[in-house]
Nanobody, 124 residues
Framework: QVQLVESGGGLVQAGGSLRLSCAAS????????MGWFRQAPGKERKFVAA????????YYTDSVKGRFTISRDNAKNTVYLQMNSLKPEDTAVYYC?????????????????WGQGTQVTVSS
């Protein structure tokens, strides 16, 4: 079992930056692929970014490429999402997720554990 706790959300103006963190419990963090998803009000949860267990492979949804960076520190059991040049359409609850596979994936069903989410609001 893995428990995930997100932090770092908040209110920011368009063009600003935020860094989300996700702290994981358990000894097997370094063998799990990690991902970030987001869910806007009234919409389905969607993929944002993912990183393989080793950190070598990263995937992004097209709308955040060049603006967001996912990274992980296996020594600290933490995954990050650096978000730059934020836009109002980035407003959502952001969820951290862990998958038992080492290979990074963009598919929501491939993730087995989820955090409670952190709100990100970007004002225009």
């Amino acid at each position: 079992q893995v428990q995930l706790v997100e932090s770092g959300g908040g209110l920011v103006q368009a063009g600003g930056s935020l860094r989300l963190s996700c702290a994981a419990s358990g000894r097997t963090f370094s063998s799990y692929a990690m991902g970030w998803f987001r869910q806007a009000p009234g919409k389905e949860r969607k993929f944002v970014a993912a990183v393989s267990a080793s950190g070598a492979i990263r995937y992004y949804t097209d709308s955040v490429k060049g603006r967001f960076t996912i990274s992980r520190d296996n020594a600290k059991n933490t995954v990050y999402l650096q978000m730059n040049s934020l836009k109002p359409e980035d407003t959502a609850v952001y969820y951290c997720a862990a998958g038992r596979r080492e290979v990074a994936t963009t598919s929501l069903p491939d993730f087995d554990f989820w955090g409670q989410g952190t709100q990100v609001t970007v004002s225009s």
